[in-house]
């Protein structure tokens, strides 16, 4: 790691970050590593830039509540306009999580350029140390348990239930795109380390930030927001069974799972 600090924030801002990141060493028993400018600076911008993505998916929620509403109005129930807005309002949020990964990826340049050497031996974890293959399997299992949810309220006679499950498989498959655009650059961006401490601390920020991609919270909620009280007596009852499944499969998986410190000292060794 470097000791000369990146020339963006100003004295408290640094003293801050590096105090949040001296906590976040301490939580995740690397006591013994000093907490540096460069850790400062890529927690902190990751820190900033998890914030504006949480607001990403609760725009796609209200964007797809208001898209529902006009199932519901004075209007013919398939006008086309509530649904093309939605698309284009899903590109846009594409083109957002692009720039912030985009932000990221430069903060991670600039302090990789500051090194006055790269570690040894490069580790470029996959997608089985980063995510694991339990996580990744509940990912693709909520996926199709929301698509399955989705494409039966397809079958409803009623045209406003329809038009509601259309609203639903755009949002769904949004969410869908901007997670996997999330996880490519997860995988895909360089490893900014000097030492052994520094590439452990890399790979855990990989490790967490892909444990919260995979909390499929709009997956869940999206189907309530939309079409909870409007569908079938035996739909409503499908999404809660699924959103109970999902959540004690969730909660195991957090217990049960190793700790994203574990996870990268199993990586160092085998490196």
């Given amino acids: 790691m470097t000791r000369e600090p990146l020339p963006d924030a100003g004295p408290s801002a640094r003293a801050t970050d590096l105090r949040m990141a001296g906590e976040w060493l301490a939580l995740h028993d690397l006591d013994g590593t000093r907490p540096t400018p460069l850790l400062a600076d890529r927690l902190a911008v990751r820190r900033r830039a998890r914030l504006a993505a949480q607001i990403i998916p609760a725009v796609l929620i209200i964007a797809s509540a208001l898209a529902a509403a006009s199932a519901f109005g004075d209007s013919p129930p398939h006008r086309p306009l509530p649904l093309l807005a939605l698309t284009a309002l899903g590109a846009g949020l594409l083109l957002a999580q692009s720039l912030l990964d985009r932000w990221v990826r430069r903060v991670d340049q600039r302090a990789g350029a500051t090194l006055p050497r790269r570690a040894a031996h490069l580790v470029q974890p996959g997608w089985r140390a980063v995510l694991g293959r339990p996580y990744a399997a509940f990912v693709t299992a909520t996926f199709a348990g929301a ?125």
């Fill in 147 to 271: 698509m399955a949810l989705a494409g039966s309220a397809l079958t409803v006679p009623d045209p406003a239930v329809r038009q509601l499950a259309v609203i639903l498989l755009i949002g769904l498959l949004g969410v869908t795109a901007i997670t996997a655009m999330q996880l490519r650059h997860l995988l895909r961006h360089p490893v900014v380390a000097q030492d052994e401490e520094s590439l452990t601390a890399d790979v855990i920020m990989r490790v967490e930030d892909a444990r919260e991609l995979t909390t499929p919270s709009v997956q869940w909620s999206l189907p309530m927001v939309l079409l909870f009280g409007t569908a079938p007596g035996w739909w409503g009852a499908a999404a809660v069974a699924n959103v109970v499944l999902g959540m004690v499969v969730c909660i195991t998986l957090r217990f049960k799972m190793p700790s994203s410190a574990t996870v990268a000292r199993r990586v160092m060794t085998l490196r």
